[in-house]
């Protein structure tokens, strides 16, 4: 599966962005996808993760309430939408797959995508 993350930018606090995957190659129904970000200086984080259906879906607690993870398996695309964004939200976001199903854990996701940089100014 190759991933492509597009969507990233610099905006305000307060403002939104949506964040998209792209994926080919494979079928992308059959892998859970997860949105992972990492800060400078920081270690890589969970943020959202979603089954193959979509049924079940995971956030990080500094997340929930304000950002939506979903999925259209007909365009193989995974989306990340974020409101209210925040200064701590800066990091260069990623998207994976994994046939493990929807983790928390980086080590079971299977392909990475390149990482899109999402910047909150104040």
């Known amino acids: 599966v190759q991933l492509q993350a597009s969507g990233g930018g610099l905006v305000q606090v307060g403002d939104s962005l949506r964040l998209s995957c792209a994926a080919s190659?494979?079928?992308?129904?059959?892998?859970?996808m997860g949105w992972f970000r990492q800060a400078p200086g920081k270690e890589r984080e969970f943020v959202a993760a979603?089954?193959?259906?979509?049924?079940?879906?995971y956030y990080t607690d500094s997340v929930k309430g304000r950002f939506t993870i979903s999925r259209n398996n007909a365009k193989n695309t995974v989306y990340l939408q974020m409101d209210s964004l925040k200064p701590e939200d800066t990091a260069v976001y990623y998207c994976?797959?994994?046939?493990?199903?929807?983790?928390?854990?980086?080590?079971?996701?299977?392909?990475w995508g390149q990482g899109t940089q999402v910047t909150v100014s104040s």
């Open positions: 994976a797959a994994g046939r493990a199903g929807p983790r928390r854990e980086e080590s079971l996701y299977d392909y």
């Open positions: 190659g494979r079928t992308f129904a059959n892998y859970g």
């Open positions: 979603i089954s193959s259906g979509g049924t079940y879906i």
